[in-house]
């Protein structure tokens, strides 16, 4: 009985799990595109937005290609 009960824990874990990986990656993707500096007042920012949000999706891409996410 336990057993089936840990199955299920485990189950919706993981479901839920992977609907919160694809909503942060969303909301990254988001956040690099609402950073990239083509908009009129966002010319003073450099690359500093773009740049670091970039970086942030290099590490997330390393760490999910070597299996970590």
């Known amino acids: 009985m336990w057993k089936s009960k840990i199955c299920f824990i485990l189950y919706h874990f993981k479901r839920r799990y992977k609907l919160l990986r694809t909503i942060l990656i969303v909301l990254l993707v988001l956040a690099l595109l609402g950073a990239l500096p083509t908009w009129p007042y ?10 670091s949000l970039g970086f942030i999706l290099i590490i997330l891409l390393i760490l999910l290609l ?3 996410i």
Not at 42 to 51: A, D, H, Q
């Open 42 to 51: 966002s010319i003073s920012w450099g690359f500093y937005p773009s740049g």
């Open 66 to 68: 070597i299996g970590r």
